[in-house]
Every structure is written in structure tokens, then in C-alpha cells.
């Protein structure tokens, strides 16, 4: 029985054979390997990606997609978890020993960007991630200060991760096709994190993107003081877009120790 796409779920389903088979190359996945996908839909990726992996686990909230999966797949190959994958444990997911988790999917755009900030919490189990989101989202994780895409999102995703946006997916693609272009982004964890407070980052950041037209000295009026923001090296008549990562985690570890 043909499945109707969930525009509550935010389902499109990937069916170009060519773009399935580019992203397979880019994923690179190899026998043993764990690996979960996210929303594997009507297990088109899913099942390219066994025949290299030999077995994997898949997060999928729709019941009637679980069904099929496990109707159409044997347990000991395809491991199906019921879950929303905003509140799914990553961690849950046994992986042999000296590895790490690879996590893949097309993400739902409606739920993007809060599914990368709760994968973020796992970023230490994780091997790589590649996702298909809509290409405005790859855009903004991967962009560079100055670039009127850079922000929060920006920001907060490579302070714990190197990006990569690696191919754009036309909507012709999906049945149903969606509305927007989308892109392949390689997301790569990385190994020497600058050490900072994770919520009194998101706070700074969150705050001085707020108002991305004033100067952060008006945008942090209230959370830091110009000589704060001045100590951390940042140039107070600065707009938000213009200072790097480096710089608002300065600040964040200088407005930590202020607390202290």
C-alpha cells in the first residue's frame, strides 16, 4: 500500500536514485560500522545503507512507517527505534568498542534546527553526522562571521562542530517535492573544543543576535558591561554578525567568572 506523505510529520520522501547514490558515496558508510538514521520514511536510504553496513538502527515517529520497517526488514539487519527523535536518547545505542556513533537522515525542516541543538548534547558519542536539511539551514550552520547567514544557529553548531555544506538537492527529488532547495551537510565533531559554559554561550549568543541591526554593545546592554565586552576583544560598535566564534566564547567564560 502506497504511503501518503505526513505534512505533520513534515515528510518528503527522497527518490531520486542518483542523488540517493551521491549521498551513499558521501556518507561512505562500511561493514560494522554504527550507525543510526533519523526519519528513514519509506527506507530508501535505509536500505543502501545496509547492504554496505550489514546492520544499523533507524529513530522513526510514524507508527505506520514502524510497521513497515519491521514488517519489511529482519531484526538482527534493522533495529527500529518508535521515538521522536527530539527526545531520543543517542547514547542508548550500543557501539562497539573503540568506535563511535555515525547518525544520519533527512531531517524534517520543522524540527532542524531543534533536533542539531539535542544531537548536540551527544556530540562526544559521535563519529560524523550527514543530514539533508533545507539548504537556507545548511547555509546558516556553515556560514562565516561578516555573512548576513551567520548567527546563533552559526555560532552555537561550530563551537562543537567543523560543517561542511557538501551538495545542494533540488525539490524535484522528493515525492512530495518540497518548496525549497536542500543540501548535504557533513557535520564532524570537533576534537579540541574551546572550553565554555554551554548555557551561558547560548545566553550571549542568544542575546546579541536579538537585535542583529544594533551594535553588541546595546545588544548585551543589560547581560555585559562595554569593558567586558572590550576584555573579550571584541570591538564594542561591532554588530553580532561581525564577531567569530572565538571572540562571544571570551565573553561567555569572562561573564562565567564574573558570576563565580
Known amino acids: 500500500m502506497k504511503h501518503v506523505a505526513r505534512k505533520r510529520f513534515g515528510q518528503n520522501f527522497l527518490t531520486d ?4 547514490q551521491n549521498i551513499i558515496d558521501a556518507i561512505d558508510p562500511r561493514q560494522g560500522e554504527a550507525m543510526v538514521e533519523i526519519g528513514p520514511g519509506l527506507a530508501a536510504m ?7 553496513l550489514g546492520s544499523m538502527h533507524v529513530v522513526e515517529l510514524d507508527r505506520d512507517l514502524v510497521a513497515r520497517l519491521e514488517k519489511t526488514y529482519p531484526r538482527d539487519a534493522l533495529t527500529v527505534h518508535s ?26 525542516y520543522n524540527i532542524s534546527s531543534p533536533l542539531l541543538f539535542h544531537l548536540a548534547d551527544f556530540a562526544h558519542l559521535i563519529e560524523d553526522q550527514h543530514f539533508m536539511l533545507q539548504k537556507e ?16 544557529l552559526s555560532v552555537m553548531l561550530q563551537w562543537r562542530y567543523d560543517m561542511r555544506l557538501m551538495f545542494i538537492v533540488p525539490p524535484t527529488a522528493f515525492d512530495p517535492p518540497p518548496q525549497v532547495e536542500s ?25 546579541a543576535f536579538s537585535q542583529r541591526r544594533k ?3 546595546n545588544c548585551l546592554a543589560g547581560m555585559a558591561t562595554e569593558a567586558q565586552i572590550s576584555a573579550a576583544g571584541i570591538d564594542p560598535t561591532l554588530r553580532p554578525e561581525a564577531v567569530g566564534l572565538a571572540e562571544y566564547v571570551a565573553l ?9
Do not use: W
Not at 17 to 20: A, N, P, R, Y
Not at 46 to 52: G, R
Not at 95 to 108: C, D, E, F, S, T
Not at 137 to 152: I, N, Q
Open 137 to 152: 539551514v545548511v547555509e546558516r550552520m556553515v556560514a562565516e562571521p561578516g555573512s548576513k547567514t551567520y548567527g546563533r
Open 83 to 108: 521515538a521522536d527523535a527530539l527526545k531520543f536518547d543517542f547514547g542508548s545505542i550500543p557501539v562497539p568498542a573503540g568506535q563511535k556513533l555515525r547518525v544520519v537522515g533527512n531531517l524534517p
Open 215 to 217: 551594535v553588541i554593545r
Open 252 to 260: 561567555a567564560n569572562l561573564l562565567s567568572a564574573a558570576k563565580a
Open 17 to 20: 536514485k542518483m542523488v540517493l
Open 183 to 207: 543540501a548535504i551537510v557533513r557535520m564532524i565533531p570537533v576534537k579540541e573544543q574551546l572550553p565554555c559554559d554551554a548555557t551561558m554561550l547560548s545566553n550571549v549568543v542568544q542575546k
Open 46 to 52: 535505509t536500505a543502501l545503507l545496509l547492504k554496505q
